[in-house]
């Protein structure tokens, strides 16, 4: 179906429809299944630009495709009712789709249909001319779905009928007895199908000196043929294939399938010549200024390119994703284009120059080589480095020379030419009038508006519908306090609107979870223990993984068996993704699942993983593969037992990250906007809600007088109070540590209560008693004090950075301290510091701690910014905003449980996880986790080579 204008003229019906040949316009996108060469169908992001066909693993990845489909080879699409499918034929090889709803599939094949034919036609336009004299028929008394329309039938020279199908927007009544006058006048001339060869196939020279008549009135209208020869788009319009298929047939309607098979087969071969021939030049050349025509041609076809796109020169280099890819750049007159040459990866970036927003040279990073950093316009980051300075410099230069071409493009494209000067003009301003209906057209329909996902749609959170019936709902976590508190004030929540809340964490925190009137779930584990080996070896180190093989896997096992058990008889999960269960357990159970999370945790170019060690000073461009590594070495480490558990235990298939699709999770963060800004590449379904803070968190809790006293007495001297605690962290020299922080709060002259928390948890029995009596007068020690108490009466908090103690800080509106221990502390503190609002202590030091002290609680600057901070988090409501996002986002998870059952029905593949498990590339992943998360002496350029060395293939 294709929407243009129809003219009559005296001998001809003329149809005229313009499809701007804009760049990046996207007709539509959504996700697909597509077959793949062993019969699986699997699912990606698709989107139709122009007349290429792209798809994604990732809907963010923009640029960069997995492939190109070229519709401009495409002969046809057919549908298949059944189970929504539909095939693309080319000559090369037929695409096999399936789309979720008969709907999609009927959207993706009206809008495959257009593509095709218009990448069939010349540029921009597409132009049927029916000769009167060849009409057999014509009938506009149809019982079709269109109201107003006309059927013209018409045989051919070569006795070939066509049948063509024109609905009107407007009255077509006029245009229909008109019609049938001039065709009378055929027939009694009896003039039919003279074989003068009269007809044209130029619009122009058809047009031209005859009378024009425009009976659509402008109004747009559409055409639907239905051709009886093979080829659907084969019509008496004018057409222009690739010059390469054009040059091997003389006249362009009489192009068959066989040829362009044999053209492309021609190609095929000659490509092989080359390598064959040349191959140290192109295994060791890194820069190529003059690429042969060969070169050329296939970066054309690999890429999708029209004609007179020109290839100016190749580069050699590394795009770093998730592990530097080495491979071949292009750029041409309007694009940068790069294809990796490691064997199993089909990574490429098709990037518009004209998307480019901001390049800049960087200095050499993961690989030690010369950085350059891409920003698009869509915000997307893209990094890739060379092996040498000049490569580097001569690409940017080659950058700046076309990013200063301007490049407006003429409103005609010149198609008129040849033509008298009168049939031009009539030419000129049938495409101007066309251009014009495509623009209202495009503003209602917004192609190229950004990218719908099946899921979801934008906007606030506030004023989801409530939900009729209420849920049993299970909040499942393990860890130290930080990890159970917040849901405690979830569940509050939860439960006011009606709902039954049940926390499922370890035993040691049933009490307190009942003390609020909380249902308990079991679940395994030691918290503390679990703090040691996290503060002793850092998170995600060596040490740590060493550990984990030895100690985690019976903790690990505990810890699915029991979450099994505890989620069982509810109806919706919300788990930190930490717990690792529950996305497994809510597929078993085929109950909506909810992520909520104290720290990012969702891929994002904005931050860095919580647990990439930020002061690496890795800036923005390693944030994405630092997700990237992170989610792969920890579904490394738990994938062996967790799918032996699916197997026994849950009776599910065995699964990897590709199925579970953690992007897809609706993901509640409890932090702060204000805190840490919503990254734009996260989808609407990853919620920012603000933090749950939990007022009265000590049922019962009651100052001690000698507390209030004490804060008293140094409010009345103008003495500065601080607290100092460090949570639930495990120290392994608690005395050392006290030390040094009483010797630096004597030193600034700061009274401070002192909370130790859990720094002796594990020593007990070597605890000293006496040990209170140790402390100097300006120091008030005590075990736990809730701090949403404690924090409105004091000036300045110093703690671990623990992601509820520092909101706890920040909603008091006092400067916070940080010295953070591992995983999401060090976010926390950089937060703070670059907010202003603090400082961050990477080693804590008697002189250190007490500058901090003495900056924090006399810096009028730094004071009043927090202060600022606090009224800001103070008119959050987070517990709110989640409860809603949860009922704004329940029919998404649900939709997304029915869609991975599916999915895991319909997959028994046994390759998996994006390619990391197949391939043997572990020990570059773990080579860049180690820069990642900053393991000692991994200076090492060992990875670099490897890659580079791998066999140059090209394809
Ligand atoms: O004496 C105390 C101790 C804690 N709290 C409160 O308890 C919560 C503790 O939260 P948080 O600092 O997040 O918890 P921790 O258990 O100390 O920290 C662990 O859990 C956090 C949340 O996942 C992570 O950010 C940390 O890295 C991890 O160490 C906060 O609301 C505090 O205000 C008190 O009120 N009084
Ligand atoms: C080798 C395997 C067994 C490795 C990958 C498994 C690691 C587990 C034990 C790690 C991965 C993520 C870690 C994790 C993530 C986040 C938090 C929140 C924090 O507030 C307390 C620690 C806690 C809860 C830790 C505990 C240990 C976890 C759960």
């Not at 693993?57 to 298949?80: G, T």
């Not at 065709?183 to 000196?209: D, F, M, V």
């Not at 690990?556 to 690792?580: V, Y």
Request: hydrophobic content about 35%; aromatic content about 12%.
């Amino acid at each position: 179906m294709l929407q243009g204008v129809l003219y009559l003229t005296e001998e001809h019906i003329c149809f005229h429809a313009y499809f701007p040949r804009e760049q990046d316009v996207v007709l539509k996108d959504g996700f697909l299944s597509k077959r793949s060469t062993y019969g699986l169908y699997e699912k990606y992001f698709f989107s139709l630009q122009n007349d290429v066909l792209v798809y994604y693993y990732d809907q963010l990845d923009q640029y960069c495709p997995l492939e190109i489909i070229d519709l401009k080879y495409a002969v046809k699409v057919e549908k298949d009712t059944n189970k929504n499918k539909f095939k693309i034929l080319t000559p090369k090889r037929n695409y096999l789709f399936q789309a979720d709803s008969l709907a999609s599939m009927e959207e993706w094949v009206t809008q495959l249909q257009r593509s095709i034919v218009r990448a069939n036609n010349d540029g921009d336009h597409v132009k049927i001319v029916i000769p009167i004299e060849s009409i057999t028929n014509i009938d506009n008394q149809l019982t079709s779905s269109f109201q107003d329309a006309i059927q013209i039938k018409t045989i051919d020279q070569d006795e070939s009928f066509d049948e063509y199908l024109f609905a009107f927007v407007s009255d077509s009544q006029i245009l229909f007895e008109k019609l049938n006058d001039r065709w009378s006048h055929y027939k009694e001339l009896n003039l039919t199908r003279t074989q003068s060869g009269q007809r044209s196939t130029s619009p122009e020279l058809t047009i031209a000196g005859l009378s024009l008549n425009v009976f659509s009135g402008w109004k747009p209208f559409s055409i639907h043929k239905r051709s009886k020869s093979v080829d659907e788009t084969s019509t008496t319009s004018t057409r222009s294939v690739p010059k390469s298929i054009q040059s091997t047939s003389s006249t362009l309607d009489s192009v068959t399938e066989q040829e362009v098979q044999s053209s492309v087969r021609r190609k095929l071969s000659r490509r092989v010549n080359i390598l064959v021939q040349n191959p140290i030049k192109y295994m060791s050349s890194s820069f190529n200024e003059n690429p042969q025509e060969e070169t050329k041609e296939r970066f054309r076809e690999h890429f999708a390119l029209p004609e007179n796109e020109e290839l100016l020169a190749v580069f050699y280099g590394y795009y770093l994703r998730m592990i530097p890819l080495y491979g071949k750049f292009y750029i041409s007159g309007n694009y940068v284009c790069y294809k990796s040459r490691v064997p199993g990866q089909t990574t490429n970036i098709k990037l518009p120059i004209s998307a480019i927003y901001y390049y800049k040279k960087q200095h050499p990073t993961i690989l030690g080589y010369y950085g350059l950093e891409i920003l698009t316009r869509s915000q997307q980051e893209m990094f890739f480095e060379f092996g040498f300075k000049d490569i580097r410099d001569q690409f940017v230069k080659l950058l700046d020379s076309l990013k200063n071409v301007d490049k407006k493009q003429p409103l005609l494209d010149g198609t008129g030419s040849g033509s008298t000067d009168e049939s031009l003009t009539i030419v000129q301003n049938a495409f101007i009038k066309d251009q014009l209906l495509w623009k209202k057209q495009s503003e209602i329909y917004a192609p190229g508006s950004p990218i719908v996902s099946n899921y979801g749609d934008a906007g606030t959170i506030i004023g989801a519908p409530k939900l009729e019936k209420s849920m049993h709902i299970t909040c499942l976590t393990i860890g130290s306090r930080g990890d159970v508190q917040p849901y405690i004030a979830l569940a509050k929540g939860l439960m006011k609107e009606g709902h039954k809340v049940r926390i499922a964490t370890h035993g040691e925190y049933k009490d307190w979870i009942e003390s609020h009137g909380i249902e308990f779930g079991y679940v395994g584990g030691n918290p503390a223990e679990l703090m040691r080996i996290c503060v002793e070896n850092g998170m995600f180190t060596l040490g740590f993984f060493r550990e984990g093989v030895t100690n985690f896997r019976g903790w690990l096992d505990d810890l699915l068996k029991t979450s099994w058990d505890a989620c069982q008889g509810t109806d919706l999960i919300i788990e930190s993704p930490s717990a690792m269960s529950g996305i497994h357990i809510a597929e078993a159970l085929e109950i909506p699942y909810f992520r909520a999370f104290t720290m990012p945790w969702t891929r994002t170019r904005a931050y860095p993983h919580a647990f990439a060690v930020p002061y690496h000073d890795l800036k923005a461009p390693y944030n994405y593969s630092s997700y990237v590594l992170i989610e792969n070495a920890f579904w490394r480490g738990i994938a062996p037992q967790v799918n032996r558990w699916r197997k026994n235990t849950l009776k599910l298939r065995s699964t990897n990250m590709e199925k579970m699709d953690a992007g897809t999770v609706p993901f509640l963060y409890n932090f702060s906007s204000n805190i840490v800004p919503r990254p734009y590449d996260w989808s609407d379904w990853i919620c920012i809600t603000g933090y749950w803070f939990l007022d009265n968190p000590e049922v019962g809790w009651k100052a001690p007088q000698t507390l209030i006293d004490f804060l008293d007495n140094n409010r009345k001297n103008d003495i500065k109070i601080v607290y100092i605690g460090f949570g639930s962290i495990v120290v392994d020299d608690p005395k050392a540590l006290t030390k040094t922080i009483v010797e630096a709060v004597v030193k600034s002259g700061v009274a401070a209560i002192l909370s130790k928390g859990w720094s002796d948890r594990l020593q007990q029995g070597k605890v000293d008693n006496n040990e209170k009596e140790e402390y100097p007068p300006c120091i008030y020690p005590l075990k736990s004090v809730p701090h949403d108490w404690l924090f409105e009466r004091i000036d300045a908090v110093v703690h671990h950075g623990g992601a509820g103690t520092t909101a706890a800080g920040l909603r008091a509106g006092i400067p916070t301290i940080i010295k953070p221990f591992f995983g999401d502390q060090f976010f926390w503190g950089d937060r703070v510091e670059s907010m202003g609002i603090g400082f961050h202590i990477r080693k804590l030091t008697v002189e250190k701690l007490a500058e901090c002290l003495i900056k924090a609680t006399t810096d009028e600057l730094m004071i009043k910014k927090s202060s600022l901070t606090g009224e800001k988090i103070r008119k959050e409501d987070g517990v709110f905003n989640a409860v809603q996002a949860i009922y704004k986002h329940l029919e998404h998870a649900r939709q997304r449980i029915v869609s991975q059952r599916h999915r895991a029905a319909g997959i028994a593949s046994p390759t998996s996880t994006l390619g990391f498990d197949d391939l043997d590339i572990n020990f570059k992943v773990t080579a860049a986790l180690k820069k990642i998360v900053g393991i000692p002496g991994s200076e090492s350029s060992g990875e670099g080579e490897t890659i580079e060395s791998l066999p140059a293939t090209d394809n």
